[in-house]
DNA sequence: AGATTTTTTGCTCCCGCGTGCAATTTATCT
DNA sequence: AGATAAATTGCACGCGGGAGCAAAAAATCT
């Protein structure tokens, strides 16, 4: 057998080693990884057999650094306590990997960190930035615009008005009336909305949504409670302070929930710390249809919104190139289930 | 004031655009950028304003394509149903970034998958790969290992039999000896064990621990069901067919779970399928510790990991140059709650 | 077969920055 | 002040590969 010493060169093997051994020039090597490149078939057969003999892999930094397409997204997050999150991030790479997008996750630590996470982002050259948590104010999403070195600035599942931004969401509009309608239907005339934080930009239209229906439908006002996080125990502290001490005529009849984190911290201690049932004494309804919402614990009537195809559709924003404005919002459904 | 045109060069402000504008070479201006470089204040300030002025941001590619460097950790993730994963990237990413690396989450998308997510990260030339996922056979990581373009190979949260492998993880054989001891303390006589799917190389030694205390302490060996993956809706499907039909007498007094997404599966089915009461009729026992743990539908007794200290121990293996064995076991400790 | 068209291959010139060393400037010492 | 040491700054070369065109080879046509 032939002993092929160089097939371990010191640290890298480049295309040029690659070249060397199956007798062809670097382009070619390179060519016969590459997608629908010009080559023929003999040869790049020769190359990829060199390559496996010899163990080369590409390097996409260089060839990011030269062709100015890193195939990166950024994946900026913030709200780790949201169960949806887990279902998000899960969605989301697998959609992109198969379709040959890498992800870089970003933690943004803060409120006062997401400059320096957009940054982080920058100094990768990503192709793209996604935004699927909520603490990023008009003036960071500003200052990330300006200083594009980023092509892309998207907000998944979230809408915003910050110009040079892209959508892709659910239309919480619709999504919500859906919802308002459904509760009215089912009889409930005294809702209590629980909110979430209030960020400035990529805003969840939902609750003066569902205060815009009920007024116009009943002319009345629902009363709210507004959760500083998507968090669970953060929910549920906020639950017990408004509705602890009430009695059962006071009580509103249905929770209405900007998602589920905050409903399922809400019905736990409803029924465990308050001592009410659901949905006997008060109902609950979410957003997100997180994976517990299915659970025996909670049987939370929610409102499912297409992750995968908006996954999907967000990679053919990334592959386009032209400009326009790709914000889009989608339609989900409501998942009934018993809590209300 | 000055109209500075210069101020969006084409596309790209680089290194010399910002060395143009501040009168000093291109190396200065990237000197100016680094940590502890030899350089004067004064031509640091220099250059910070006029990057500033110009909007530069270091390229991080040709940076680490030059020095063979790229501060980005892969991390393969595959098990995406099991919620405690969700409290492993947040701390893994937070931990990571405050100390200057960057995160590429791969999600693994089946068995097959893992070694193209492992070439995945190798064309990125990620300083290490970590694996946080389940799927890896001894094969892949063999292969792994093999063709290198990684320097390390970190299985965190799990240990690995496999050479050239850095494990980062509690040490299984003393957690479970614990909760064993915890168990027959409580007085408990009759547990099964539930298991997670069998992976051969990077491998939980709880089962077995657990059965060798059992056997030794009270000669007998505990009944056993094993699930095909970490998440709670298998568990269910498995606890009820083992458990199913069964007579109280005939029920084990505990079952000790691999970990908390197969324990909260459990307790699902047993109180709401199969009508029988957590912990009076059968207790649960967990392991990870993770949110809902903690919540009122659960109470479950688990055993937590150090997870923050694990991430920061991650990263000084990360940041150390020399080629010792890693490999560190940490120590957690039994939460004990309602359920056990 | 000779001329033309089409496919394949090679090549020059970057992409943006790090390394290591030499040149230059500034600080320190007697 | 003059000499010597220390801190700063500048520079040639390399990292691994992409774009686009020119040269070479293969295929097609009359």
Redesign the interface.
Known sequence: MEEIDKAAPA??VTADDVAAEAGVSRWTVNRAFKKDASISARSREKVMQAAERL?Y??????A??AS?R?H?VA?LVDD??N?H???M??TL??VL??RGW??????T?GKEDAGSAL??A????VDAVILIGIQFDDEVLKTAS??R?FKKLIIFARTSQSPDTISIAVDDVKAMEEIAGYVAGRGYRRPMFLAGPRTSSAHLKRKETFLAFWQARFGTVPACASVAAYD??LAAEVVTAKLGGLGRGELPDILVCENDALAIGAM??I???LDWRVPEDIAVIGFDDI??AD???YRLSSYRQPVAEMAEYLVEVLESRDDRDFTRLFQGEIVTRESA
Not at 122 to 125: L, M, P, T
């Open positions: 640290g890298n163990g892999v590409p390097d996409l930094r260089a990011s650094l100015d890193s990166l994946l780790f306590a169960p999150k887990l279902v991030l899960e790479t697998r990997r198969r890498d992800t870089l996750l970003v933690n630590l940054l982080n920058s100094q990768r050259r300006h200083a070195r669970p125990a736990d201690v029924r465990h710390r994976p517990a659970g025996p614990n």
